[in-house]
């Protein structure tokens, strides 16, 4: 069983539509990364967090360390937001465990 | 201020060769992390370096190790290459870990063994 679990594995949405990923793990951890990878392999960083909610443009990210939960939303989805979702949980001493990542496409 | 730099892109090697990679962090980021990204495994991490000192290491062969220097540049090595080292390998910086800080990723470096 992996210990950082996502789901969906795909995602397909038509533009506009609201998009939510989710991400559980079983390890202990104080913070969580969301990453996004376009074609090409390069990775950017998108929120890291420990509690709470936060928000970047059209992209909010929310966590419940207690329920070992974070969900990853995109409001108004736009086809440029098409990429590979990865949550990521740093544990032991910065030793980052990914999930499998949720491939989104975002249709016109 | 600049990104992230990993040298050389893409390369590709035989069986039996070794490799090595360099990255250089954003200035000022003390810590750097590689991964082997692969179609069938995904994402895993190799080991995270602060300050020349490894602090961590994940389930990889010996063949696979990595140094860092006085100025944060980090280098990889990989000896007595295999098929299954064929990968994007990718490093990322921060400031001071992944534990407590936004990452820094590199373009990546796409190693081919043939």
């Known amino acids: 069983k992996n210990e950082v679990e996502q789901s969906p594995q795909n995602l397909t949405a038509q533009e506009g539509e609201f998009i939510t990923i989710n991400c559980s793990y079983s390890?202990?951890?104080?913070?969580l990364h969301w990453l996004q990878q376009h074609p090409g392999g390069g990775i950017v960083s998108l929120f890291m967090?420990?509690?709470g909610k936060k928000k970047h443009g059209r992209l909010i990210a929310t966590i419940n360390i207690q329920e070992k939960h974070s969900s990853l939303h995109i409001t108004a989805s736009h086809p440029r937001d098409s990429a590979v979702y990865i949550c990521?949980?740093?544990?032991?001493?910065?030793?980052?465990?990914f999930g499998t990542g949720t491939r989104l496409q975002v249709f016109p | 201020k600049a990104g992230v730099t990993q040298t050389p892109r893409y390369l590709i090697k035989t069986r039996g060769q070794q490799v090595t990679l360099s990255c250089s962090p954003i200035?000022?980021?003390?810590?750097v992390s590689w991964y082997q990204q692969t179609p069938g495994q995904g994402l895993q991490f190799l080991f995270e370096?602060?300050?020349?000192?490894?602090?961590n290491k994940g389930n990889f062969p010996g063949r696979f190790s990595g140094r860092q220097f006085s100025n944060s540049r980090s280098e990889m090595n990989v000896s007595t290459l295999e098929l299954g080292d064929s990968a994007l390998y990718l490093c990322?910086?921060?400031?001071?870990?992944?534990?407590?800080?936004?990452?820094?990723f590199g373009e990546g470096s796409r190693l081919t063994v043939l």
């Open positions: 967090l420990s509690s």
């Open positions: 990521a949980a740093p544990w032991d001493t910065d030793k980052l465990i």
């Open positions: 990322a910086s921060s400031f001071l870990g992944a534990n407590t800080g936004e990452l820094f």
């Open positions: 200035s000022g980021h003390r810590s």
């Open positions: 370096y602060f300050s020349e000192t490894q602090r």
């Open positions: 390890v202990g951890i104080s913070a």
